[in-house]
């Protein structure tokens, strides 16, 4: 296992973990995570998949060891799809990476995998818990031809309420501050930081509503496996899996039993579906 230091395009140091070793040919497995985590939040699926892929985890910017931007503007998708290239080019230089992210992480990996990373630099993407904004903005206006498309649409309307409340000024915050968002939010079982709390909310005030209201979904040509939590109080299933359909030449989806935040609390039930999706895609 070794630490880099990976340089952005705006001049920020990423924190990267390798858990490979020097020389290592074993297919790499290029991890992101999501909000309000950091990369910690993969080390339990190191301990199980470590010994057959070589694992690469980092801090998104503002979160762990990774510098935070001093502007809004820095929290940009576009930024943060730099900002994985910039980790792909560093830790496998000649040879396409697989890609596995979740939540936020996964939102953000939507779009580089929509052509902001040359496709040619990914050789497929697992998305847990994390749906595209252009995606899902287009899903939400597309009319439900079923009564049962409606309450799935309010469903999830109703579920990313969140959304809206991480836009105002202050109060998110003081309810980061307060201990408040911690006891309902879950995911307890992660090493987070009031840093990652706090900085990780620019994601959301810099990309959600823009995206969100004006969708440009594109088409997906990287293989892609979308891996549903059925107890995801934040991400229906409707959403997860219906909302990529239109877009994604080759998609796998996979259900898990399990919360938002499974690939904490349950590993072992992600290991495998990540084993077998990177196997069949070498």
């Given at each position: 296992m070794s630490t880099l230091y990976v340089t952005t395009t705006d001049g920020l140091r990423l924190a990267v973990t390798d858990f490979?070793?020097?020389?290592?040919?074993?297919?790499?497995?290029?991890?992101?995570?999501?909000?309000?985590?950091?990369?910690?939040?993969w080390l339990p699926l190191v301990r199980i998949?470590?010994?057959?892929?070589?694992?690469?985890t980092y801090d998104v910017r503002g979160h762990g060891s990774s510098q935070a931007p001093a502007k809004r503007e820095g929290y940009l998708i576009e930024q943060l799809n730099a900002d994985l290239q910039s980790v792909?080019?560093?830790?496998?230089?000649s040879t396409p990476v697989h890609l596995l992210a979740h939540d936020w992480g996964?939102?953000?990996t939507w779009e580089a995998v929509a052509g902001n990373v040359p496709s040619e630099r990914i050789a497929s993407f697992t998305s847990i818990s994390g749906p595209s904004l252009d995606q899902t903005g287009a899903w939400l206006r597309t009319p439900?031809?079923?009564?049962?498309?409606?309450?799935?649409?309010?469903?999830q309307g109703a579920e990313s309420t969140y959304i809206g409340f991480f836009q105002a000024p202050l109060l998110p915050e003081l309810a980061w501050r307060s201990g408040f968002l911690d006891r309902i939010v879950g995911g307890s079982a992660v090493d987070r930081t009031q840093a990652d709390r706090i900085n990780g909310l620019e994601l959301y005030r810099a990309n959600a509503i823009a995206r969100m209201g004006h969708p440009q979904p594109r088409p997906v040509t990287v293989p892609v496996q979308v891996i549903a939590p059925t107890g995801d109080v934040y991400v229906s299933r409707a959403l997860a899996t219906e909302a990529?359909?239109?877009?994604?030449?080759?998609?796998?989806?996979?259900?898990?039993?399990?919360?938002?935040w499974v690939v904490a609390d349950h590993p072992e039930r992600i290991a495998p579906l990540v084993r077998d999706f990177v196997a069949a895609h070498q």
């Open positions: 490979g070793s020097p020389g290592d040919t074993r297919p790499t497995l290029v991890c992101v995570h999501g909000y309000p985590d950091n990369a910690s939040v998949l470590g010994s057959e892929l070589r694992i690469v792909i080019d560093a830790v496998s230089p996964s939102t953000q439900a031809r079923t009564a049962r498309g409606v309450l799935e649409r309010l469903k990529p359909q239109p877009y994604v030449a080759d998609l796998t989806v996979r259900e898990v039993a399990g919360s938002h």
